[in-house]
């Protein structure tokens, strides 16, 4: 399981020719090349990704940094934001940055200062996950497989919920909030009561996860498939689909559907009903995050480090 790394400073890499797309981080910022794939070399070991309020956001646990990048294209917005000494998780929501640290942590940052608000909020434990949706902030502690909802306005956080299962990854759906679990299985928690309305079955190490259209997908790292669930009933829709090895991240762009097989060092796209679109596009890093911005979908990878934007064809 991923559940650590970071990210730093970059510079731009040369253009090269990747699975048919055109890899170009040295080309101009007018630049605008249908289903281009551009790098932008960073220092340090990325952790995880974000996007929102036109940046990219990228730990750094190395440093305990956040490095800004213009969403549109790859260029440093600013100095790195001094964060904790572990940054794993980063989401964008209510107007800010939140940043989870694996030492129980959570930083709030105001994206147009670039800078941190408040004392970073404590949750306790081993955080892995970040997610915002339905008015707060929801952060998973894989130590204590516990999930805790934190109020944006004041950032105070509440009784955690326990779950039994435990907690890895965390992302909100309509009216509902998803936690990805230990074994094999996923839980669906009501926000308002904090409540467990159901745990249903994925598959064997499900970590990323995303919920868009009534849809849960579902990682399974150790199966190499993606699940898809219906998110009202937590039924299957249909059989896992096959992709890379080692998916461990998930993201709903529109009609496609983005899966970050680790291992391989790719990015697989499927249609909403799970077909498997084109061949795999190599990303000369390996992935640890993902995220879907204005200009397209941003992976975050390590080995080296970089920021990699697969703009929209």
Do not use: C, Y
């Amino acid at each position: 399981m991923v559940l650590a790394a970071a990210l730093a400073a970059g510079a731009v890499l040369a253009a090269v020719t990747v699975r048919g797309l055109v890899s170009s981080s040295k080309a101009p910022a007018a630049r605008r090349a249908t289903g281009a794939v551009e790098l932008s070399a960073l220092e340090g070991r990325p952790s995880a990704i974000a996007v929102g309020g036109g940046q990219v956001w990228l730990p750094d646990d190395q440093r305990g940094l956040v490095v800004r990048l213009d969403a549109d294209h790859g260029r440093f917005t600013g100095p790195p934001v001094p964060v904790g000494p572990t940054p794993v998780a980063a989401a964008f929501g209510e107007g800010s940055v939140w940043v989870a640290d694996a030492n129980g942590s959570v930083t709030h940052i105001d994206p147009a200062r670039g800078a941190v608000v408040g004392q970073p909020i404590q949750v306790g434990g081993s955080l892995s996950g970040i997610a915002v949706g339905a008015g707060a902030v929801w952060v998973a502690d894989l130590q204590g497989g516990t999930l805790t909802r934190i109020d944006p306005a004041t950032g105070s956080p509440r009784q955690p919920v326990r779950i039994p299962e435990g907690a890895v990854r965390v992302a909100v759906g309509d009216g509902d909030v998803w936690v990805t679990n230990s074994d094999h299985t996923v839980t669906k928690i009501d926000p308002a009561s904090q409540r467990i309305v159901a745990t249903v079955d994925a598959g064997r190490g499900p970590i990323g996860l995303a919920v868009a259209r009534g849809t849960v997908w579902v990682t399974n790292s150790d199966d190499d498939t993606v699940s898809r669930l219906d998110e009202d009933t937590g039924r299957a829709l249909g059989p896992p689909v096959p992709v890379g090895r080692a998916p461990v991240a998930v993201a709903v762009d529109g009609d496609e559907v983005w899966v970050l097989d680790q291992d391989d060092r790719t990015l697989t796209r499927l249609t909403r009903t799970g077909r498997r679109v084109g061949r795999p596009i190599g990303l000369g890093t390996r992935p640890r995050g993902l995220a879907v911005g204005a200009s397209g979908v941003w992976v975050a990878g390590v080995d080296p480090g970089a920021a990699v934007l697969v703009r929209r064809r």
